[in-house]
């Protein structure tokens, strides 16, 4: 370790104010920061005294999704062998010994882990660069980002198209507006969109969602893509679906897993439990009015699918609470989880074209954030006022 | 003609030329008055149709300043929308004849488009703005400025649309077909509309980043 500061501390000189490489200054404060703990103090202004800093905030979140990765990665595996047909007839539970845990394991890493290599480049290349030019501090916030883009794709994604998505969404989703702390809507989920328009034959309808084999394309349709066309015949059973064995993205298969997450981002203080609470209800909610109406067989799917089917559980613990692009004030968080559960429910059995509604619901949640806590703050300083008045009409 | 005393202006004096000049980078009408936008994101799927209405918004702007110009110690103050309106409808409704004749196919992918000229901002406000107070000459140098100045913004819209978007350029393939066999497909987010904002944006920035005056003081 003490070596490690020595030769930091060596190498620092040009790139302080006046160095030859000082226009690489950024660059070598982000590798510095990195590695020891920074030695600026903050002088002005209140301040609060705690452990938790941006970077500890961080990695907290990615922190909350390693099982979910690990798991994920795992079920690409067992969904890839499922549809050998050399394995036809088996179950995830029959197929684990036969195949074998550590090959399945390592069939999913291979699929998986390229994902997570190219999002952390593109993204970070990217950061770096607008760091360098614009002569400020590179951004931690870009380490969550990187790591939930991956998780909320389909894992046959070709590289380079998450590649581009994610340069896409850090420059127009984050830099163009100011860097960290500054985007409107979440980068992770601008990054999906970005594919999900661009490219829509790679993430959504049958094809993508299961990694395919050798050259002979083999898929099948995630529960949420066969409720949309209404067929119930091959559903997994519930437990499955609960504990997330079936097709879909890296991340958003294991609705338990996801809770454990999000239980763990609630007790660190991190993530909002207000916010998730609320996506819940919402679309529970909205799920319980759908089945009263129950017009087709996908208004009657019970409701409580609807939160362990597709990326609904996912959205609601890593996306929506996204501290930054979420309301703020504490009735808003409310009414915007609520909203986000109402619409993405509402986008699915409705509108055949989006059959994953949650991408969609929070973005547009995102841009309508400020406007509720406009309306939240308002509302409380005319409250407060009318109460000002009786007291002082009581005096008098 | 010209009496002592009163020398006569050059056609093409440096103040001319800086009226077909200045619509084109520090008086956009597009990237920097923000005029014109609904033609810009809804024309500029492929180059050929913008190019089309880029050229036909030329013609109408340049026009209708000069028959404005002409008329305009004749116009009373309290009805000249109306005749600008009139003069701009009979020019378009031209312009629409026109293009159905000689490039039917463009002008239906143009459909409404054409029609909405009437509305465009841009045509009315340099009538308003420069046609009324100058003579036609100017005012034929500002109408030819400002519609380049749009056209040209619309071209480079749909030049990068049209070749992102489908890998064609005027309806030619651009991209070769062996880039798309190593897996390049086409981005389908470049044929919607909120891409050619993104496109247009991008202009924004670009031209306020090599010309620091433009940047908005706030």
């Given at each position: 370790m003490k070596g490690l500061r020595r030769f930091v501390d060596k190498i620092k000189p040009p790139f302080e104010k006046g160095g030859k490489l000082h226009f690489l200054h950024s660059t070598f404060d982000a590798f510095e920061t990195f590695?020891?703990?920074?030695?600026?103090?903050?002088?002005?202004?209140?301040?609060?005294?705690?452990?938790?800093?941006?970077?500890?905030?961080?990695?907290?979140?990615?922190?909350?999704?390693?099982?979910?990765?690990?798991?994920?990665?795992?079920?690409?595996?067992?969904?890839?062998?499922?549809?050998?047909?050399?394995?036809?007839?088996?179950?995830?539970?029959?197929?684990?010994?036969?195949?074998?845990?550590?090959?399945?394991?390592?069939?999913?890493?291979?699929?998986?882990?390229?994902?997570?290599?190219?999002?952390?480049?593109?993204?970070?290349?990217?950061?770096?660069?607008?760091?360098?030019?614009?002569?400020?501090?590179?951004?931690?916030?870009?380490?969550?980002?990187?790591?939930?883009?991956?998780?909320?794709?389909?894992?046959?994604?070709?590289?380079?198209?998450?590649?581009?998505?994610?340069?896409?969404?850090?420059?127009?989703?984050?830099?163009?507006?100011?860097?960290?702390?500054?985007?409107?809507?979440?980068p992770a989920l601008l990054a999906r969109a970005f594919l999900f328009f661009a490219y829509p034959a790679h993430m959504s309808g049958d094809a993508p969602w299961v990694a395919s084999g050798s050259a002979d394309i083999i898929s099948g349709p995630t529960p949420l893509a066969s409720a949309a066309s209404g067929t119930f015949e091959n559903f997994p059973s519930v437990m499955d679906m609960f504990i997330g064995f079936m097709p879909g993205s890296v991340g958003e298969t294991s609705a338990l897993l996801i809770l454990l997450g999000g239980l763990f981002l609630v007790m660190t203080g991190i993530g909002s439990f207000r916010i998730m609470a609320s996506v819940f209800a919402g679309g529970f909610g909205?799920?319980?009015?759908?089945?009263?109406?129950?017009?087709?067989?996908?208004?009657?799917?019970?409701?409580?699918?609807?939160?362990?089917?597709?990326?609904?559980?996912?959205?609601?613990?890593?996306?929506?609470?996204?501290?930054?692009?979420?309301?703020?004030?504490?009735?808003?968080?409310?009414?915007?989880?609520?909203?986000?559960?109402?619409?993405?429910?509402?986008?699915?059995?409705?509108?055949?074209?989006?059959?994953?509604?949650?991408?969609?619901?929070?973005?547009?949640?995102?841009?309508?954030?400020?406007?509720?806590?406009?309306?939240?703050?308002?509302?409380?300083?005319?409250?407060?006022?009318?109460?000002?008045?009786?007291?002082?009409?009581?005096?008098? | 003609m010209s009496k002592a005393g009163k020398t006569r202006e050059p056609l093409f004096s440096a103040k001319n030329m800086k009226l077909l000049s200045n619509p084109l980078s520090k008086e956009n009408p597009i990237t920097i008055q923000v005029l014109g936008i609904c033609s810009a994101l809804a024309v500029t799927v492929q180059v050929k149709p913008a190019l089309v209405l880029a050229i036909a918004v030329v013609a109408v702007i340049a026009i209708a300043n000069v028959l404005t110009s002409l008329?305009?110690?004749?116009?009373?103050?309290?009805?000249?929308?109306?005749?600008?309106?009139?003069?701009?409808?009979?020019?378009?409704?031209?312009?629409?004849?026109?293009?159905?004749?000689?490039?039917?196919?463009?002008?239906?992918?143009?459909?409404?488009?054409?029609?909405?000229?009437?509305?465009?901002?841009?045509?009315?406000?340099?009538?308003?703005?420069?046609?009324?107070?100058?003579?036609?000459?100017k005012s034929f140098l500002d109408g030819i400025g400002n519609g380049v100045g749009y056209g040209v913004i619309l071209v480079i819209v749909a030049f990068f649309r049209e070749l992102f978007g489908s890998g064609t350029l005027m309806g030619y393939q651009i991209i070769p077909e062996s880039v798309y066999d190593f897996g390049y497909e086409n981005n389908g987010l470049m044929i919607l509309p909120p891409m050619a904002l993104i496109v247009v944006g991008v202009i924004i920035w670009v031209q306020r980043h090599r010309d620091k005056e433009l940047i908005d003081k706030s």
């Open positions: 590695l020891f703990v920074p030695n600026t103090v903050t002088k002005k202004g209140a301040h609060i005294r705690d452990v938790i800093d941006m970077k500890r905030t961080m990695i907290m979140v990615v922190i909350a999704v390693m099982p979910l990765m690990l798991f994920g990665m795992f079920n690409i595996g067992i969904q890839h062998y499922l549809l050998q047909p050399e394995f036809s007839g088996n179950t995830w539970q029959t197929i684990i010994p036969e195949v074998g845990f550590w090959k399945i394991l390592w069939y999913g890493v291979l699929k998986f882990l390229p994902l997570i290599v190219g999002s952390y480049v593109a993204g970070l290349g990217a950061e770096f660069i607008f760091a360098q030019v614009r002569g400020h501090e590179v951004n931690e916030g870009f380490l969550v980002s990187g790591i939930l883009i991956p998780l909320i794709i389909p894992p046959t994604t070709p590289l380079w198209m998450v590649a581009l998505a994610t340069i896409f969404a850090v420059i127009f989703g984050k830099e163009v507006f100011g860097g960290t702390g500054m985007n409107i809507v979440n909205m799920a319980l009015l759908f089945n009263l109406w129950g017009a087709n067989a996908y208004m009657d799917m019970p409701a409580f699918y609807h939160l362990i089917i597709g990326g609904f559980a996912f959205g609601a613990v890593f996306m929506a609470t996204d501290p930054v692009s979420a309301a703020q004030t504490p009735r808003g968080k409310i009414i915007y989880g609520v909203l986000i559960g109402v619409f993405s429910v509402l986008l699915r059995v409705l509108n055949p074209a989006y059959p994953e509604g949650m991408m969609l619901a929070i973005l547009f949640m995102n841009v309508m954030a400020p406007m509720i806590d406009h309306y939240v703050l308002a509302g409380n300083i005319k409250r407060r006022q009318k109460r000002l008045k009786t007291i002082k009409t009581e005096e008098v | 008329l305009r110690k004749m116009i009373a103050p309290r009805i000249r929308i109306i005749v600008q309106l009139v003069i701009i409808a009979m020019l378009v409704i031209m312009v629409d004849q026109i293009l159905k004749a000689f490039v039917y196919d463009v002008s239906k992918q143009l459909s409404v488009f054409v029609g909405l000229i009437i509305t465009n901002c841009i045509v009315m406000g340099r009538l308003e703005a420069f046609g009324m107070g100058n003579p036609p000459w």
